[in-house]
C-alpha cells in the first residue's frame, strides 16, 4: 500500500493542524502510525493507533496536544492543537499489516509516505 501524506504548513505557535494520509489501498486491520523528522534529527515517534483494537499511543510530548484516529477505508489523520515551535518537522505516515511493542522504532515500518513539513512560528 502507499502512503501519502498531506495537511502541512506555516503556523503559529499556540496554532492547529490536521494532517492526512491517504493510502491507496483499504488499511482495515492495518496499524498506523505518525512519525516526525526535524532538521538534523532522528525520526521520532509521534502517536499510533493499532490494528483491530483501535487503541491509541502517543510520545509524551505530544499527549493531549494531538489526536490519531482512522476511518478504516483508506484515511489516517493527525488532529494537532496547541502547536509550539518544537513540533516543527517534517511528518510522515506510516502502516504495517500487524502490531508490533516496538511501536515506537521507526525500523519497523517499511511503508512510509513522503511527509509533509509542517512549520510553528513562535
Known amino acids: 500500500v502507499q502512503l501519502q501524506a498531506s495537511g502541512g504548513g506555516l503556523v503559529q505557535a499556540g496554532g492547529s493542524l490536521r494532517l492526512s494520509c491517504a493510502a491507496s489501498g483499504l488499511l482495515t486491520g492495518y496499524s498506523l502510525g505518525w512519525f516526525r523528522q526535524a532538521p538534523g534529527k532522528d525520526r521520532e515517534f509521534v502517536a499510533a493507533v493499532r490494528g483491530g483494537n483501535n487503541a491509541k499511543y502517543f510520545a509524551g510530548s505530544v499527549k493531549g496536544r494531538f489526536t490519531i484516529s482512522r476511518d478504516y477505508k483508506n484515511m489516517l489523520y493527525l488532529e494537532m492543537k496547541s502547536l509550539q515551535p518544537e513540533d516543527t518537522a517534517v511528518y510522515y505516515c506510516?502502516?504495517?499489516?500487524?502490531?508490533?511493542?516496538?511501536?515506537?522504532?521507526?525500523?519497523?515500518?517499511?511503508?512510509w509516505g513522503q511527509g509533509t513539513l509542517v512549520t510553528v512560528s513562535s
Open positions: 506510516t502502516a504495517r499489516p500487524n502490531w508490533t511493542t516496538d511501536y515506537r522504532n521507526p525500523g519497523q515500518y517499511n511503508n
